[in-house]
């Protein structure tokens, strides 16, 4: 077995067993919202899709808190671009990816961390041992570490500390939001629209409708030649171009139209100025939902219900179970939301 993954596993298990160590706190309950002034959201990771699904938290924190200022603890990574239209975010302490590797850089983010009293820390996601350590040792007077049951049986990760956060704040004193739980939402600036929105009009030159496709994920070539010639003969008169996301590969051969960005934003505000994104389950199909576009998410290992874009007009798609005939009909109604097919 590759040594890697045997350290992975034990270093897994070890903090699995110390998960069960990590316990909410609550302190003496505030009078009102307005006593949490400072929050800290705890997500120790870099990938893209983890970080874009903690947006609907940020947003729930913004209307039950107002008047706070929020940090996020995660591992170095976009989180500042991600949050930079955020006014209510404070600042992002990333640790590094590797803290063996880079010692004194890890030292220096832990006693920065470690520096700041909070009013509330929380662990945004449940499954995160190392969200549940840090949350523990942060200097808080409320800590939320997820270790609370919910009545609604949510599975989306995004959703899913919402729902349970809201029950733990009455305990504190807090009187939590009942709205239904907000989107991914990046808050794409005008400037940005504008500019992304020029970016695709210089490749396609027209009008017409416009499917955006990401293929580096999942799936083999083959599976994503198909999908490009099905969906070219089922919408002849419509653009398909592709992103792609700084892995400058194509898996259709580069046969449509493609636009290049490793920047998250500008690859958000491209795909923003599209009607249609399809993409395999991963960081930039979240990047797509984030942007607001009607989002077609192929699911074929990972879980739909955890992990499904839920912007207006977005669904998910098990491939094992949809034929691409199938989808070619998914993707109409997603084309053309108000189309009468009765007839």
Same mark, same amino acid.
């Given at each position: 077995?590759? %040594? @890697?993954?045997?350290?992975?596993?034990? @270093?897994?298990?070890? #903090?699995?067993? $110390?998960?069960?160590? #990590?316990?909410?706190?609550?302190?003496? /309950? *505030?009078?009102?919202?307005?006593?949490?002034?400072?929050?800290?959201?705890?997500?120790?990771?870099?990938?893209?899709?983890?970080?874009?699904?903690?947006?609907?938290?940020?947003? =729930?924190?913004?209307?039950? #808190?107002?008047?706070?200022?929020?940090?996020?603890?995660?591992?170095?990574?976009?989180?500042?671009?991600?949050?930079?239209?955020?006014?209510?975010?404070?600042?992002?302490?990333?640790?590094?990816?590797?803290?063996?590797?880079?010692? +004194?850089?890890?030292?220096?983010?832990?006693?920065?961390?470690?520096?700041?009293?909070?009013? $509330? /820390?929380?662990?945004?996601?449940?499954?995160?041992?190392?969200?549940?350590?840090?949350?523990?040792?942060?200097?808080?007077?409320?800590?939320?570490?997820?270790?609370?049951?919910?009545? @609604?049986?949510?599975?989306?990760?995004?959703?899913?500390? +919402?729902?349970?956060?809201?029950?733990? $704040?009455?305990?504190?004193?807090?009187? %939590?939001?009942?709205?239904? %739980?907000? &989107?991914?939402?990046?808050?794409?600036?005008?400037?940005?629209?504008?500019?992304?929105?020029?970016?695709?009009?210089? &490749? *396609?030159?027209?009008?017409?409708?416009?499917?955006?496709?990401?293929?580096?994920?999942?799936?083999?070539?083959?599976?994503? $030649?198909?999908?490009?010639?099905?969906?070219?003969?089922?919408?002849?008169?419509?653009? &398909? &171009? =592709?992103?792609? #996301?700084?892995?400058?590969?194509?898996?259709?051969?580069?046969? !449509?139209?493609?636009?290049?960005?490793?920047?998250?934003?500008?690859? !958000?505000?491209?795909? !923003?100025? /599209?009607?249609?994104?399809?993409?395999?389950?991963?960081? *930039?199909?979240?990047? !797509?939902?984030?942007?607001?576009? %009607?989002?077609?998410?192929?699911?074929?290992?990972?879980?739909?219900?955890?992990?499904?874009?839920?912007?207006?007009?977005?669904?998910? *798609?098990?491939?094992?179970?949809?034929?691409?005939?199938?989808?070619?009909?998914?993707? @109409?109604?997603?084309?053309?939301?108000?189309?009468?097919?009765?007839?």
């Amino acid at each position: 077995m590759d %040594p @890697k993954k045997i350290i992975i596993t034990i @270093k897994r298990k070890a #903090f699995g067993l $110390l998960s069960g160590c #990590f316990t909410n706190k609550i302190g003496e /309950t *505030v009078s009102n919202n307005d006593e949490i002034k400072n929050i800290l959201i705890c997500r120790p990771n870099h990938r893209l899709g983890n970080l874009l699904l903690l947006s609907p938290l940020v947003q =729930e924190l913004e209307s039950t #808190f107002p008047n706070s200022e929020i940090d996020m603890l995660v591992n170095q990574s976009c989180a500042s671009q991600l949050y930079q239209n955020y006014e209510n975010i404070n600042q992002v302490i990333a640790f590094p990816r590797n803290p063996f590797k880079n010692p +004194i850089q890890s030292i220096r983010t832990f006693v920065r961390f470690r520096s700041k009293k909070y009013d $509330l /820390t929380i662990n945004a996601a449940k499954e995160s041992c190392s969200g549940k350590l840090f949350t523990s040792i942060s200097k808080a007077s409320f800590k939320f570490v997820g270790d609370r049951g919910t009545d @609604k049986k949510e599975r989306h990760i995004a959703k899913q500390v +919402i729902y349970s956060l809201r029950e733990f $704040l009455p305990g504190i004193g807090v009187k %939590p939001n009942d709205a239904m %739980p907000s &989107i991914l939402d990046l808050r794409l600036a005008n400037d940005e629209l504008i500019h992304g929105g020029s970016l695709v009009y210089d &490749i *396609v030159q027209n009008a017409q409708p416009t499917i955006c496709l990401y293929t580096h994920k999942s799936y083999r070539k083959t599976w994503w $030649l198909d999908l490009y010639e099905h969906l070219q003969k089922a919408f002849p008169d419509v653009n &398909i &171009i =592709e992103i792609l #996301f700084k892995e400058n590969s194509s898996k259709i051969g580069f046969r !449509a139209p493609v636009l290049y960005s490793n920047d998250v934003r500008e690859l !958000a505000a491209m795909i !923003a100025n /599209t009607d249609v994104f399809i993409g395999a389950d991963s960081g *930039v199909m979240q990047m !797509a939902s984030s942007s607001l576009t %009607p989002t077609i998410g192929l699911f074929s290992v990972t879980d739909a219900e955890k992990y499904k874009p839920y912007n207006e007009g977005s669904v998910a *798609v098990n491939t094992n179970e949809v034929e691409l005939d199938e989808l070619m009909a998914v993707v @109409k109604n997603t084309l053309y939301p108000n189309l009468d097919t009765s007839a």
